[in-house]
Each structure stands twice: as C-alpha cells, then as structure tokens.
C-alpha cells in the first residue's frame, strides 16, 4: 500500500511538471511568430527594435494561437511601416494568454510624423493615406487573455483629416480605409495599463460580438483635433472638401467647430456584450467612453475630455462614479438613444475654450439618477446650460451651470446651485444657496 501511495505520488509531480510553463527565448520576429502557435509557454523577445518587414510580405502577422502563454515583449520597439501591410498585424485567437510589454509603431517611410498638409496626404494612398481595411493593429479574438503595458502609435487611414463628416459606412461618399487600434471580439479580455495614440481614423479600442465582460483599466487612448475652418483651405481640386463643395450632409461646412480626426476612444456594439472601465483617459477622439450600446457598463475613476461628439453615454442602466469630463467640443454626455436608469457622478470641468453651439449635457431617457459635482476654483463663466428632456429622474447639480428642464419633462426632482429654469410640469426644484 505504501510502494502504491508513493507512485501515484510520483506519478502527481511527473504531471506537475509536464504542465509547467517552458521557458523560450527568441530574438527574431519570424521566431516569435513560430513561439506563439504553441501553447504553456514564457516567451521572451529579446529587448531591441525590429521591423515589420522582416517578415515575409504575405505573413506579415504575429499569430498567437497558442494558449496559457506569457508573450513578454519588455523593451521591445516594434516599426509598422505605413503600406507594409493590410491586415491586423497582432492577432490573438488562443486562450488564457498575457501580452505584455512592447511599443508598436504605424510609421510613414517618408519620415513624416504629425501631418498636417491633408491635401498632400490624402493624395498619396500607397505609402500615407493606406489603412488596415478597417481592421485594427491588434485583434484580440480569443478568451481570457491580458493586455498589459503595451504602446501602439497608430497610422495610416482614407480619408485623414475630415472625421466622420463624409460617412463612415456604406454610405461613405470617397471611400473607406480605417485603421483602428485595438479590437476585443473574444470573452473576459483584459486591457491593463495601455496607450493607444490613435493618428488614423478609426477607433481606439473597441467590442464587437461575441465580446463580453470585458475590462479597460489603466489606460490612455488620445487623438486629435482640426478646427473645421481649415477645410476651406484646401483647394486643389482633387481636395475632398473641393470635392464635395465644401459642404456635408447638403450643409456649408461649419466654421465654428473642432473636427475630431479619429472614431471612438473606448466603444462598444451591438451584441458586444458588458465592459468595466476603470481609471481610463481618453482624449480628443470622437466618442470618449461611448459605450450606450453594451449590454452593462461601468465606468470608475476615468477622465474624458476634448472630445468631438460626446465624452460619455451608456447603456440602460449603465453607472459612472468617480469621472470627470468637459465640453469643450462637445456635450459631456449626450445621454445617445435615451438610455435609462443611469447613475452618474460626474465631475463638470470648466471648458473656457469652448466652440460650437452645444450645451454642457443633454439628460434624455428617463429614471436616472445624477449628481455633477464642481471643480475647486472660481466660478465659471461659459454658463452653458444642463437640458433635461424627459422624465422621472433625480438630479442634484453642485456647479454653477443652470440647468433648463424643457417642456417635454416631467416628474423630475432637481437640486441645484446653478439657476433653475423650468417649462416642464410636475418637476420638483429646490435652489441651493
């Protein structure tokens, strides 16, 4: 009995050690690509800097299909030259792995860093104006994995320099060539500590079916603006806002706003499930936390602002707590679909460059409840005003921003140390001193 225990005892550290993680160190792209096709493995690239290119021009992709990997990438500088390649060039499809470390960078050969001449690069389609299809640099398709600590400097799209004003689905009037960030379609993904420079027009990071439950924490994702005044300097007639008449949507373009040049920092769609943000910054996209059509959302301890459409929405019964935005270029939240039962607590940062005819927030749906919290400081003086449309819903207002209810709502109690002004009916005010 005895001899018997300690066989099977023996046999127990056999199958502990034939589950145990190997060790593998490469020190080339094409060996990492062969590393992460296997599965229970620490993989190590050696530190250094290294070249799309280096890879066959028909396999230009690093395919983790493995599974239960560490993929270490520590001080590693990965160059994506700008028409290298047309498809996502980081694809994880396997399970349980963590990516970590590594910087990777979409750059143009000619040297080009920041444009500015969107004429010149919206001609050149090859080797600036080229995109991923509208794929992203990183296609997370596979369950339970983790991001951790990596940079993308993403580059490269058709058209640049116009944001969405010329359509951004079939409906597209010049055609499309996006290049998005990155892109979670698998279960309980992780993006930790991450920074997404979002130079091409696209989204930063989004969810598409069959994501769910997926986490964002401890992460940047930033883009830029273009004051729509600009495009009326282009005029070379195979500029597109020469094409197009310097109109949009049968309207003059507008002189007064701020495009935003890329998609959404942090989105989800349809079917593409529950998200948790965490103590995330995003900056200057189109949407900041735009995430009204998951099925759950919370947001905690994040920061949007300077965005171009909106810096917050969520869905039916989505939370934010702990969060701060402005309204710079946009409203800081457009409550989009009149989704209810939000509980929200933000704080309202002053906005004193403001453009645009916008209000501070636009409260649709019904049933929420609301406080907006005041920076430390003076008074702000760009007194936009919160508008609530519809009904029921309970708001305690600690800035100096007047809040108007429309004629549309009702029921509606509202606290509020900004001026109260009220056309709806049964709505129950009470002004703080």
């Known amino acids: 009995m005895k001899t018997f225990k300690i066989a099977l005892l023996f046999i127990g550290f056999i199958g502990l050690e034939l589950s145990a ?6 020190s080339s792209l094409s060996e990492l690509c062969e590393a992460v096709k296997n599965s229970n493995q620490n993989i190590i690239l050696k530190p250094g800097k290294y070249d799309l290119t280096e890879l066959p021009k028909d396999q230009r992709k690093i395919l983790c299909s493995g599974s239960n990997n560490m993929i270490d990438l520590s001080g590693v500088y990965v160059n994506a030259p700008v028409g290298s390649t047309k498809q996502s060039y980081i694809v994880i499809t396997g399970n349980h792995n963590t990516f970590k470390g590594g910087a990777f960078e979409d750059t143009y050969v000619s040297g080009l860093d920041e444009v500015t001449d969107f004429s010149a690069y919206n001609q050149e389609r090859s080797t600036l104006a080229s995109g991923l299809k509208g794929q992203a640099v990183l296609d997370v398709r596979g369950d339970d994995n983790l991001i951790l600590n990596i940079k993308l400097t993403v580059r490269g799209s058709f058209p640049y320099g116009y944001g969405s004003i010329y359509g951004i689905g079939r409906d597209n009037v010049f055609g499309l060539d996006k290049r998005c960030g990155i892109l979670l379609k698998g279960k309980r993904n992780v993006i930790d500590s991450c920074e997404v420079q979002q130079r091409a027009f696209g989204h930063g990071i989004y969810m598409q079916e069959p994501a769910d439950a997926s986490v964002i924490k401890n992460t940047l994702v930033e883009g830029r603006m273009r004051p729509s005044a600009d495009l009326y300097m282009e005029t070379n007639p195979v500029d597109l806002p020469v094409r197009s008449n310097y109109k949009t949507n049968n309207e003059p373009i507008p002189k007064n706003v701020m495009y935003p040049l890329s998609e ?3 989105r989800v769609y349809t079917h593409g499930g529950s998200v948790t943000v965490e103590n995330c910054t995003v900056k200057k996209m189109r949407g900041g936390i735009r995430v009204y059509l998951a099925s759950s959302a919370t947001v905690t301890n994040s920061t949007a602002i300077d965005c171009g459409a909106t810096n917050y929405n969520l869905p039916q019964g989505g939370k934010i707590t702990n969060s701060s935005g402005n309204f710079t270029y946009a409203p800081l939240s457009d409550f989009r679909l009149s989704k209810s039962n939000q509980n ?9 460059n403001a453009v645009g005819d916008h209000n501070v927030a636009d409260i649709l749906g019904n049933n929420h409840t609301i406080v907006f919290h005041r920076t430390e400081g003076p008074m702000d003086t760009n007194l936009r005003p919160i508008v609530v449309k519809n009904n029921n819903s309970t708001i305690k207002n600690e800035t100096e921003y007047p809040i108007v209810l429309e004629a549309s709502s009702r029921g509606n109690t509202v ?3 900004g001026k109260v002004t ?3 009916t049964n709505n129950k005010v009470t002004q703080i001193k």
Do not use: N, Y
């Open 415 to 417: 606290v509020s140390l």
């Open 422 to 424: 009220d056309h709806g």
């Open 264 to 266: 959404d920092g942090i």
């Open 344 to 352: 929200i607590e933000l704080t309202i940062l002053p906005s004193p």
């Open 21 to 26: 993680q190997t060790t593998m160190q490469v």
